[in-house]
């Protein structure tokens, strides 16, 4: 199996009150979410980001982390799961001239709003059913994004990364290590199906399969 190595450290993280935002949401909030539609990624911040756009300081200090770790040169290739509009893969892509990028995402809204340059690098499909060949990635990367299927789908999901991943592959997940860390975690949930401790998750690994790198998101 792979490491807990926090590949984020340069992304920028915003202090927000969990403790309004548990207060504010219903079960209605939640069921907009899920259906990751414009409400999710353009709406209301009740029920998703709030405004979805393209802003270089988040991703952009980030790749050299990637690039580092993997090796990655122009000659590489990388998949993102969950891709949404496909900024990731904007920065990575500009950043490592001639890398093959590609982008999944289960959103025919943020596919169809993906931003400038990633139209032709990104498909709606399903993480529990990826439309490639085995061994198909250098890097498969997902982020936040595992973790919104049921438990059996969270499986499926990471035998799949696992299936076209040829080297490396790098996940984030909703955990939580302590009571107050998991009361957190459920107040800031809006989209997440399973959320485990984290020797949960590294318990689940073993039973998907899944050989490569992680790390966990705890707010």
């Known amino acids: 199996m792979g490491m807990e190595v926090d590949l984020l450290a340069n992304y920028p ?14 079960a209605e909030d939640r069921y907009v979410a899920r ?5 999710f990624f353009d709406g209301d911040r009740r029920v ?4 979805f756009t393209y802003d270089p300081r988040f991703w952009q200090p980030v790749v050299p982390t990637f690039q580092k770790r993997y090796g990655l040169t122009g000659e590489s290739s990388l998949l993102d799961v969950g891709c949404a509009k496909g900024f ?8 490592i001239p001639g890398m093959t990028v590609a982008g999944i995402d289960v959103s025919d ?3 169809a709003n993906a931003v400038e340059g990633m139209e032709h690098f990104v498909q709606v499909a399903d993480a529990r059913d990826l439309p490639f060949e085995d061994d198909s990635f250098d890097l498969v990367v997902s982020v936040n994004t595992l973790h919104n299927f049921q438990r059996d789908g969270v499986v499926q999901a990471l035998r799949e990364v696992q299936r076209v991943s040829r080297k490396c592959s790098f996940v984030v997940l909703d955990a939580y290590r302590d009571e107050e860390e998991r009361q957190r975690i459920e107040a800031w949930n809006l989209t997440a199906l399973t959320v485990l401790p984290t020797v949960g998750w590294v318990e689940l690994f073993a039973e ?9 998101f705890i707010p």
Do not use: V
């Open 13 to 26: 993280r915003a202090k927000r009150n969990l403790d309004a935002r548990s207060q504010e949401k219903t």
């Open 35 to 39: 259906q990751f539609g414009r409400e």
């Open 48 to 51: 998703g980001y709030g405004g």
């Open 88 to 95: 990731m893969l904007k920065d990575f892509a500009e950043a």
């Open 109 to 111: 809204y943020a596919i």
């Open 208 to 216: 998907a399969g899944y050989e490569g790198d992680y790390y966990w």
